[in-house]
């Protein structure tokens, strides 16, 4: 895997072979810690580490032999010497920052190796998106593994995307310096049903010896999930519970359990290990999709390590679930992974395993944050201004474009509804009883029913979308519209305020995306997210303070559900249960169809 500035371990081994055996002096050496070792599962006390060429070359309990007087030495004085965390699925833009910004906001938290699915990007600028993300990727100082993104749409004939995926697309991906494997394979109904651009996208990938990602979002586990399996993916984050997680290590998947900014998947799920027992080799932590403000307020992979040990992980198994599993499940345990010979020098100093507080971030043998600073350069790709211009609504909305025309003479009407459900991804499928006023279905704030409308943004249709939604628990007159909209990404606007949504839609065309709160015909709240109309080039820190004043508005608008921003952008992810709204209507993912907005009159 080429990374910028580093050599092979091939190409070091003289090297390293020279300062092990005391002939050559280390670039670095760490003094006196305990060696965390992930693959015995053992805590060595006094132990020393010495790096070469970016590189492990020496762990031992005095690394004196090959300290010059040209070595730099960092005492560890006594702390844990832990392997540099890997996050195993996530996208970066979920996190509304480029790889770049993502880089700088982690680094502090002990975070030197992700494997990254940027298939939101590929969804919005196609195969060139995927290369800008993967080559500013390959300039950061930290490891982000690229994974091909497999399905763009992720549910053909439910959706339309501004670019396809095809399997020729995978196939030369597949020759990138960076890509590590098959983003998640979300179109599980295809790989049952033997669709054959799923396989051959697989096929792509297994026959360049690369790892294909899963994607499973079902609660059955009888023939349908046997066959998804025998499909070829390799592993799946979107278990929910025990039984999920045992199936699919059964079946020979890592179970990849996940702590985002929305999902909550660890606790339900790691007592197959804390209780049942289970080997924790098969059991992965990631964390999917990460907000910019939980990046800067709360962590990222270190969050969710010290998540599961408070779920009741022993903390060195914790540490192998986010670190030399993941690097076994991606074919780099020689690579990534652990605190041994040969290895990427990255490692962290920590004084506790349980509060996990990450004091010193060591990546390719040079420091990289210290005490919650980051301080190395995270280098920028040249955007160029065709990534900058997504945003295409072809005409100015009206609040007419929001109106819900109900059936002639009809005063109340029965809608389908789309259930929202905290901390989880899967929504409700519910119906609503609604009035009619002047022949327009009218929401409901009192039974916290809202309007919802998905807004055509890749083609300039001027297409509208209209349907319902419950549980964000707005009040009074407001609207609030993100071009964040998993995973086809047009306009999700939600409103009790048909004008306000109007003034909502159209502020995000003027911007060129990001996210937007009105009340009362006033925009109260914005964060401009101008590439590809997901991410911002600023720093975590500001996309942060912006994005926490977006949550603030919504709270402001009656909303009190955590992290409604990431239910409110995944409401058109026509891959996971059970309702969902794309630019073809409203979708029933129970049974992958469309259905009706409003029910028939009985």
């Not at 593994?145 to 991906?173: H, K, N, R, W, Y």
């Amino acid at each position: 895997m080429e990374q910028k500035n580093l050599k092979t371990w091939a190409q070091c081994a003289p090297r390293l072979v020279a300062v092990a055996a005391g002939r050559d002096a280390a670039d670095l050496v760490i003094r006196q810690g305990a060696w965390v070792n992930v693959h015995t599962r053992e805590i060595l006390t006094g132990h020393d580490i010495a790096i070469a060429e970016g590189r492990i070359a020496f762990v031992g309990p005095d690394a004196g032999h090959c300290t010059g007087p040209e070595t730099e030495v960092i005492e560890a004085n006594g702390r844990y010497m832990i392997p540099g965390l890997c996050d195993a699925h996530m996208h970066i833009e979920s996190g509304m920052l480029t790889p770049a910004e993502f880089a700088r906001a982690v680094i502090p938290h002990g975070t030197t190796s992700m494997f990254t699915d940027p298939h939101e990007i590929a969804n919005v600028l196609g195969l060139a998106g995927v290369r800008m993300m993967h080559d500013e990727a390959l300039m950061q100082p930290v490891n982000i593994f690229t994974q091909m993104p497999s399905c763009a749409p992720s549910a053909p004939g439910l959706e339309t995307t501004g670019f396809e995926i095809s399997a020729e697309d995978v196939a030369e991906a597949m020759t990138w310096p960076g890509i590590i494997g098959l983003g998640e394979m979300m179109n599980f109904p295809g790989v049952i049903n033997g669709d054959a651009q799923m396989l051959a996208e697989i096929a792509a990938t297994q026959d360049a010896g690369k790892t294909v990602g899963g994607h499973f979002a079902s609660p059955d586990l009888g023939p349908r999930f046997a066959a998804y399996v025998a499909g070829g993916p390799a592993d799946d984050h979107e278990g929910t519970c025990e039984a999920d997680a045992i199936a699919r290590v059964r079946q020979g998947m890592r179970s990849m359990m996940r702590l985002g900014s929305a999902w909550y998947d660890v606790e339900t799920q790691i007592t197959a290990v804390t209780e049942k027992g289970l080997d924790p080799r098969s059991f992965i932590l990631c964390t999917d999709d990460s907000h910019s403000g939980t990046l800067v307020n709360d962590g990222h992979m270190n969050r969710v390590v010290r998540h599961a040990i408070a779920c009741g992980c022993d903390p060195v198994v914790a540490l192998q679930m986010a670190t030399i599993n993941t690097a076994t499940h991606f074919g780099l345990e020689r690579e990534i992974g652990s605190i041994t010979p040969g290895r990427r020098a990255d490692v962290i100093l920590t004084s506790d395993l349980t509060a996990l507080p990450i004091e010193h971030v060591i990546a390719r043998g040079r420091t990289i944050a210290k005490d919650g600073q980051c301080l190395v350069d995270c280098p920028h790709f040249d955007w160029p201004d065709h990534a900058r211009n997504t945003v295409h609504l072809g005409k100015t909305l009206a609040a007419g474009d929001f109106e819900i025309a109900a059936p002639e003479g009809a005063n109340r009407v029965t809608a389908n509804v789309i259930g929202v459900v905290e901390n989880q991804a899967p929504t409700r499928a519910l119906k609503a009883d609604l009035a009619v006023h002047s022949g327009i279905v009218e929401g409901d704030t009192e039974a916290d029913v809202a309007q919802i409308a998905l807004v055509e943004r890749h083609r300039a249709t001027g297409g509208v979308t209209n349907g319902f939604v419950s549980g964000f628990g707005y009040t009074g007159n407001m609207a609030m519209a993100s071009t964040v909209a998993h995973d086809s990404h047009h306009m999700i606007v939600i409103g009790t305020s048909r004008s306000d949504m109007a003034l909502a839609a159209n502020r995000l065309g003027e911007v060129g995306g990001g996210i937007t709160v009105w009340q009362d015909g006033k925009e109260i709240a914005m964060v401009e997210l101008p590439i590809a109309g997901l991410m911002s080039d600023s720093p975590a820190s500001e996309v942060a303070v912006k994005a926490q004043a977006m949550v603030d508005a919504m709270q402001q608008c009656g909303c009190k559900l955590n992290n409604a921003y990431m239910q409110h952008s995944l409401l058109a992810l026509v891959v996971i249960p059970e309702l969902r709204i794309s630019d073809l209507g409203l979708v029933d993912v129970r049974k992958f169809e469309r259905i009706d907005l409003l029910e028939p009159s009985q």
